[in-house]
């Protein structure tokens, strides 16, 4: 029987006010290492697959990723958001071990017939010919050289780039043509790299930013579940800037009333690292994606999500997604603006201020047909 409040003289109680009310389905956990436990229905697909919850064994093994060649003839894709840094882009994988509950990433799964829930996390298509799409689309003479972003979308030093390497055979090909790029990325892996990235960056051709959304290792543990420690990610900026590699920090995402009060000792943190630049973004919940994020929220922090997610739709006007190029990033309101300004704070404080120099095109070369390469790209 439950608990019986303390109620006053004057209030009458009934008998039935205080039997047990119907047990809550407890949803199974995560499966070990996973951000989602479940494959929410694709959303473009005519019929899905929904496991009988009563006939779930517990002893059933876990799944197991899968990975699947990509069949892409093109390698370099090309955005026009305002709000993103560069305007071309490559992504060797589709999908991501790395398992970030949040990941903006997950609806695209839901394109190629899959579930942006653990179908996003197990089922990973790979670009295996990714380096020889990209010495081709550099070799042409309609490439235009600039800033090409290492990844747009999911994350270049997931965990199979480890035994692949097809993200380091891409690096080596700008190399080649020295064409600049900026990496993102949630894994120490990189460090593997920063031999041919500091060779791009003596000709002011490379840059790197380490994301971290929390200090916390048993909260990244369960946001992140396959990415680096952010203790890792913090000496991968040590590393990298050792070589001579401009590195930073990008805190993303901020989500409210979880983690934007680590703001200011993620920039410390990330200072003391020696990061030379530093930027963030907010949490943003498109279409599907809040799914997976609740549902995770609910798992790991039973009672929290009100709040977070109270506190989420102020920074989108009363919503959960803001498609406002001008907004989507950063969110709008008083609330945004405090999330702005202890980031601006932090950044004085640390001189994380201070932008680096910009990337450029200045050393870009091209071969010549069966000869030398040509001299450098004058802008």
Avoid at 155 to 170: F, H, K, M, S
């Amino acid at each position: 029987m439950a608990a019986i409040p303390f109620t006053g003289d004057n209030v009458q109680v009934n008998e039935e006010d205080f039997v047990d009310p119907e047990p809550v389905p407890v949803k199974p956990p995560s499966p070990k290492g996973r951000g989602s436990g479940e494959n929410p229905p694709n959303r473009f697909a005519a019929y899905s697959f929904e496991p009988d919850a009563a006939e779930h064994d517990p002893l059933e093994p876990e799944p197991k990723t899968e990975f699947f060649l990509d069949q892409s003839r093109s390698i370099i894709s090309h955005n026009q958001s305002p709000d993103v840094p560069f305007d071309a882009s490559i992504n060797v994988y589709r999908g991501c071990e790395h398992g970030c509950s949040y990941c903006y990433a997950r609806p695209y799964h839901e394109y190629l017939g899959f579930s942006l829930g653990l179908d996003f996390e197990t089922k990973i298509l790979i670009k295996e010919d990714a380096p020889e799409l990209l010495r081709r689309a550099l070799a042409s003479k309609t490439w235009k050289p600039q800033v090409l972003g290492i990844s747009g979308v999911t994350d270049p030093y997931q965990p199979v780039e480890r035994r692949l390497g097809i993200t380091r055979r891409c690096l080596q090909v700008l190399a080649e043509f020295r064409n600049p790029v900026a990496v993102i990325t949630k894994n120490r892996l990189i460090v593997r790299d920063r031999d041919i990235l500091a060779d791009l960056a003596t000709h002011q051709a490379a840059s790197a930013m380490l994301s971290i959304p929390t200090l916390d290792p048993e909260l990244a543990a369960k946001m992140e579940p396959r990415a680096s420690t952010p203790a890792q990610r913090l000496k991968a900026i040590q590393e990298l800037r050792s070589a001579g590699i401009p590195a930073g920090v990008m805190i993303a995402p901020v989500i409210p009333g979880m983690s934007e009060h680590e703001i200011p000792r993620i920039l410390k943190a990330a200072a003391e690292a020696g990061a030379v630049q530093a930027g963030y973004t907010v949490l943003r919940l498109s279409p599907g994606v809040e799914e997976v994020f609740v549902s995770w929220l609910q798992e790991h922090f039973p009672g929290h999500e009100g709040k977070v997610l109270r506190k989420l739709e102020k920074l989108r006007d009363g919503k959960r997604h803001d498609s406002d190029f001008r907004y989507r990033m950063l969110g709008r309101g008083i609330h945004a603006q405090q999330i702005h300004a202890l980031f601006q704070i932090g950044c004085t404080q640390t001189g994380l201020d201070k932008r680096p120099a910009p990337l450029s095109i200045r050393a870009f070369r091209r071969p010549q047909a069966g000869g030398p390469w040509l001299p450098g790209f004058e802008i």
